[in-house]
Antibody, heavy 121, light 110 residues
Framework: EVQLLESGGGLVQPGGSLRLSCAASGFTFSRYAMSWVRQAPGEGLEWVSTITDSGGTTYNADSVKGRFTISRDNSKNALYLQMNSLRAEDTAVYYC??????????????WGRGTLVTVSS | QSALTQPASVSGSPGQSITISCTGT?????????VSWFQQHPGKAPQLMVYEVSNRPSGVSNRFSGSKSDNTASLTISGLQAEDEADYYCSSFTSSTTLVFGTGTKVSVL
């Protein structure tokens, strides 16, 4: 059974940093590109970042470019999101998502339960 | 990259069919067959209902179907049921090598 389990969320002050993790199991993690998608309270879904299966290439939304870094460790079946220079507008539930196939096609067939990041003083 | 445009709400009676639209541009929806649709119940993670415009993942009811014409994709739910009441989002690959989601549609079953 495919499982994605996010962790690392919490309360952080504006300008602070946080590192999210996503533990994957039930599938061959190293064969899939992986993504982070977020959802602000009461708002819609927003794509954040995607990383290729090997980790060699990353893609980021303009809203997080230069502040967030996606990475992965295929030996640990783990996906990460390093978030720096956090702003109030980064407050959201952050989901880890696996695609059916390919990259940036948006065909996410498995999602984690999400981890809440709150940026506030 | 602006969000794809969806109607804020759509409603229907049990057994009826409804259609949710997702309008973009030739740089996203119109340019690629990489449109997906997600269903999200309150407090839950999104669930993939349709991908690559019209493909259904295994386990998803055939009451859900997708299509596309020019810059607008559509999700049709036939035989509407109470359990279909949820928020629905579309997404599309873009020419900027990014992914964009729609604004979301709240489906109500009257």
């Amino acid at each position: 059974e495919v499982q994605l389990l996010e962790s690392g969320g919490g309360l952080v002050q504006p300008g602070g940093s946080l590192r999210l993790s996503c533990a994957a199991s039930g599938f061959t993690f190293s064969r899939y590109a992986m993504s982070w998608v977020r959802q602000a309270p009461g708002e819609g879904l927003e794509w954040v970042s995607t990383i290729t299966d090997s980790g060699g290439t990353t893609y980021n939304a303009d809203s997080v470019k230069g502040r967030f870094t996606i990475s992965r460790d295929n030996s640990k079946n783990a996906l990460y999101l390093q978030m720096n220079s956090l702003r109030a507008e980064d407050t959201a539930v952050y989901y880890c998502a696996k695609p059916v196939v390919g990259i940036l096609r948006g065909n996410f067939d498995y999602w984690g339960r999400g981890t809440l990041v709150t940026v506030s003083s | 990259q602006s969000a794809l445009t969806q109607p804020a709400s759509v409603s229907g009676s049990p057994g009826q069919s409804i259609t949710i639209s997702c309008t973009g541009t030739s740089s996203d929806v119109g340019g690629y067959n990489y449109v997906s649709w997600f269903q999200q119940h309150p407090g839950k993670a999104p669930q993939l209902m349709v991908y690559e415009v019209s493909n259904r993942p295994s386990g998803v009811s055939n009451r859900f179907s997708g299509s596309k014409s020019d810059n607008t994709a559509s999700l049709t739910i036939s035989g509407l049921q109470a359990e279909d009441e949820a928020d629905y989002y579309c997404s599309s690959f873009t020419s900027s090598t990014t992914l964009v989601f729609g604004t979301g549609t709240k489906v109500s079953v009257l």
